[in-house]
């Protein structure tokens, strides 16, 4: 779950990271009132959830409320890169020495966490990553260590920065490491970290990534669940209880187990298709479960076809032929479902289809039959 910016920085100062002080904005005249309150010269900042908004003319400095309105004005409602702004960030205007790059971040195949610092931040990481890689300073740490100072300051020393930038940079690192870790965060990034005239090392941005694996321990995300964004095709997944995630094909995948649905995706990409999503319905799904998933699929504009891939364990494929002609009567398809069934009851269940098939539905004996026989129905 990806955080606004000035939800990532309440986060930041609850750990004790400098931010700028500052304050949200849905209208313009929140905006002045806020900047009011707070202190001239400020930022504001359009909140949406991609980065480059500076470049888009999302953010603008300020130095009286004249001005506040006119960029408040020009800001919301603004796109940038497919993001409607709704909301702003009102904050205090830093003056910038110097910009870093600071993140903490997973490194799945060394199984350790993965920091990088660089002194070449403001910038696009990934441009900089690419043309000199050299100058990003990067440290694995193993959970069960943490983050001692002195390995951080070894660290900060091999990234370069400014001398007058050490030890508070130092201090914003192992804070911005208990934030990763105790804050079950899958990332956090600050880009510019900057050091100010007067030698403070500060955070001027922040984009935090929640890992919600951990949500049963944090109460306090519940006010995140009213903030995100989410797709319209996700949103309702989400409603149903179901394990979604929108993607650009046309084929409607539904499978159970991630893994199952995983090799689905494969498979059809492997055969000439384009999945339009990932959707499990996980172990033991019945009938109903199967009907809300035909459902949210047929509602995807962009499905041309729907691929039902189960293998039967603790699902029963009976209960899912009933599910799949259940969900016919209640929705009016717009494609055709292609469906394999395997494992427990697969005859049973195979019967079952065979009494309803029709040119909208039709069975498959293999995964690989199937695929073909839906991408095939996608290009038509
Ligand atoms: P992003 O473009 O979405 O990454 O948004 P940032 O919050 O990182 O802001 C982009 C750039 O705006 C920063 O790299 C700074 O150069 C500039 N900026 C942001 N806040 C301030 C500020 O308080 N003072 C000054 N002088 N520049 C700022
Ligand atoms: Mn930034």
New binding site residues.
Partial sequence: MDLF?YQGKQLFARYDIPV?PGAVADTVDEAVAAAERIGYPV?V?AQVQ???????G??K?AGGADEVREHAGNILGMDIRGHAVRRLWI??????AE?YYASFTLDRSAKLHLGMLSSR???DIEQVAEESPEAIARIHVDPVDGLTEERCRSWVGQAGLNPAAVDGAVDVLVKLYRCYTDGDADLVEI??L?LTPDGRVHA??AKVSLDENADFRHPEWEEYAATQVLDAREREAKEKGLNYIGLDGTVGIIGNGAGLVMSTLDIVNEVGGQAANFLDVGGGAGADLLANAVEVINNDPSVRSILVNIFGGITKCDEVAHGIVEALGRVELRSPIVVRLAGTNAEEGRRILAEHESDTLIAQPTMLDAARKAVELAAR
Avoid: Q
């Fill in positions: 910016e700028s930022v900042k991609v980065g480059g908004r500076g470049k888009a999302g953010i400095l904050e205090r205007a830093s003056d910038i910009e931040g403001g910038v880009n510019p900057i001027l941005d």
